[in-house]
């Protein structure tokens, strides 16, 4: 069986400040052995952490929408951002990704997918994210939970790690796949579980994030 965070973020993030080789470092720790790295419209972690992970690193990216975010599983390359949420679901859609919806009901989180927009693609939405585990409320969990069941999506769970303390905290369970079809099928099988992190890590992300900005110096270097 696998242990799979589906959400999570690298220093290609600039709220994030963990390397590959933390992520790596830590999950091994910490027994996750399937990962899906989702830098918000970034492509670029994604070689490093397969060549050097001993486990499977799925491909994907965190995209912001016109409406809200939207993670595509399984990408080849990075989707632009601001399409609108057809748009996006069907550039990962040609690419033979899968759409995955996170955060959804997070009354705290600007950046959810609206749940307006949100029933306009439910043709083409593969999996709902409804544990997050930078989730506020519980109750918001559980809208996520109803909503998906109710329509017949799978369900995900993902972290949201931002820094090496948060990782896993959030994960589904589900039999060894391989590809996007074996994915699917494996996750109607899964079992998600997990665990709301520290408000903490929420002001942790917020100062990474203002001590890139304004002290340039410190942040690592990126290729372009």
């Given at each position: 069986m696998l242990k799979a965070d589906f959400h999570l973020h690298s220093y290609y993030s600039?709220?994030?400040?963990m390397s590959p080789r933390t992520i790596v470092?830590?999950?091994?720790?910490?027994?996750?052995?399937c990962i899906a790295v989702t830098d918000h419209n970034r492509f670029a972690a994604v070689k490093?952490?397969?060549?050097?992970a001993p486990f499977l690193v799925i491909p994907a990216e965190e995209v912001n929408s016109t409406q809200g975010e939207i993670i595509g599983l399984f990408l080849q390359e990075e989707v632009p951002?601001?399409?609108?949420?057809?748009?996006?679901?069907?550039?990962?859609r040609s690419q033979g990704g899968v759409v995955y919806v996170p955060h959804p009901f997070d009354r705290i989180r600007k950046g959810r997918l609206r749940l307006e927009a949100m029933k306009e693609i439910l043709g083409l939405i593969d999996v709902i994210e409804i544990y997050?585990?930078?989730i506020t409320f519980m109750g918001d969990v559980r809208k996520a939970s109803d909503f998906a069941q109710e329509h017949g999506k799978l369900l995900g769970a993902g972290s949201d790690a931002h820094v090496w303390w948060e990782l896993g905290h959030s994960y589904v369970e589900m039999p060894e796949f391989q590809g996007r079809e074996g994915f699917l099928e494996s996750l109607r099988q899964g079992n998600v579980g997990g665990r709301l992190t520290h408000p903490a890590a929420h002001v942790a992300s917020t100062l990474i994030k203002w001590r890139g900005k304004y002290l340039k110096r410190w942040a690592p270097r990126i290729p372009s």
């Amino acid at each position: 069986m696998l242990k799979a965070d589906f959400h999570l973020h690298s220093y290609y993030s600039r709220d994030c400040n963990m390397s590959p080789r933390t992520i790596v470092e830590t999950c091994v720790r910490r027994g996750v052995s399937c990962i899906a790295v989702t830098d918000h419209n970034r492509f670029a972690a994604v070689k490093e952490l397969q060549r050097i992970a001993p486990f499977l690193v799925i491909p994907a990216e965190e995209v912001n929408s016109t409406q809200g975010e939207i993670i595509g599983l399984f990408l080849q390359e990075e989707v632009p951002r601001g399409m609108d949420p057809g748009k996006t679901a069907e550039a990962i859609r040609s690419q033979g990704g899968v759409v995955y919806v996170p955060h959804p009901f997070d009354r705290i989180r600007k950046g959810r997918l609206r749940l307006e927009a949100m029933k306009e693609i439910l043709g083409l939405i593969d999996v709902i994210e409804i544990y997050n585990s930078r989730i506020t409320f519980m109750g918001d969990v559980r809208k996520a939970s109803d909503f998906a069941q109710e329509h017949g999506k799978l369900l995900g769970a993902g972290s949201d790690a931002h820094v090496w303390w948060e990782l896993g905290h959030s994960y589904v369970e589900m039999p060894e796949f391989q590809g996007r079809e074996g994915f699917l099928e494996s996750l109607r099988q899964g079992n998600v579980g997990g665990r709301l992190t520290h408000p903490a890590a929420h002001v942790a992300s917020t100062l990474i994030k203002w001590r890139g900005k304004y002290l340039k110096r410190w942040a690592p270097r990126i290729p372009s």
